[in-house]
């Protein structure tokens, strides 16, 4: 990893509430009919209007290439003044690929696991584990550390990745990681629309 010390701003935002989270249905692989539900764009507007009340002018949008997230980047930029050549979809951002559990309930998915620190190494049929959801929002870091400078950033991404990106650029190991999630106050790391400043100096080495 890069040690130098970043000259980039960066939060991050998850995407405003989809027609699968209105249904209580998990949605991996970017099913083209999970559009945002009108309490999603309702949320993207709030959360944007404080957000432009304290933050500094975005100069980029990064998120993730599903509908929903990309759904939430044009509308926030639109909202922002961010020009869409300045809009970027990049795969290594989309959300955990739960397999077999794609349009699946959500419990399913997190009963086929002992504990939320086992999700780190077992990973579900056809799907990914969160050492693999690890090492790419790592590698998306480095790269994109790599190509700009002195940007201020918004990364538009999904509960997961965010969770694990955060954790990872705070140093934390599988164990700490999940136990900042289990400290949240309800299941949610980070709530739909909800925008965060993303802290850290430099890229922490030996994260995988």
Do not use: C
């Amino acid at each position: 990893m890069n040690p130098q010390i970043s000259n980039n701003n960066y939060f991050i935002m998850r995407h405003g509430q989809a027609l699968f989270n209105a249904r209580n249905i998990i949605d991996s692989h970017g099913d083209e009919s999970n559009h945002l539900t009108e309490i999603g764009i309702g949320e993207i507007r709030e959360s944007i209007s404080k957000f432009k009340k304290q933050n500094p002018k975005i100069d980029l949008i990064i998120h993730s290439p599903f509908i929903r997230t990309t759904e939430t980047a044009n509308f926030s930029a639109e909202l922002l003044g961010v020009d869409k050549a300045n809009v970027i979809a990049n795969p290594l951002i989309k959300e955990i690929d739960t397999g077999i559990f794609h349009k699946k309930d959500p419990k399913i998915y997190h009963d086929y696991f002992s504990s939320l620190e086992e999700k780190f190494t077992k990973t579900p049929p056809e799907g990914e584990n969160l050492s693999d959801l690890k090492k790419r929002m790592m590698q998306f870091m480095e790269e994109t550390e790599s190509q700009y400078k002195n940007k201020t950033i918004l990364i538009i991404s999904h509960e997961y990745p965010l969770w694990i990106l955060d954790t990872a650029l705070m140093g934390l190991d599988n164990h700490q990681s999940a136990e900042k999630k289990l400290q949240q106050k309800d299941d949610d790391y980070i709530h739909t629309a909800e925008i965060r400043k993303l802290t850290f100096e430099r890229l922490p080495a030996n994260v995988i």
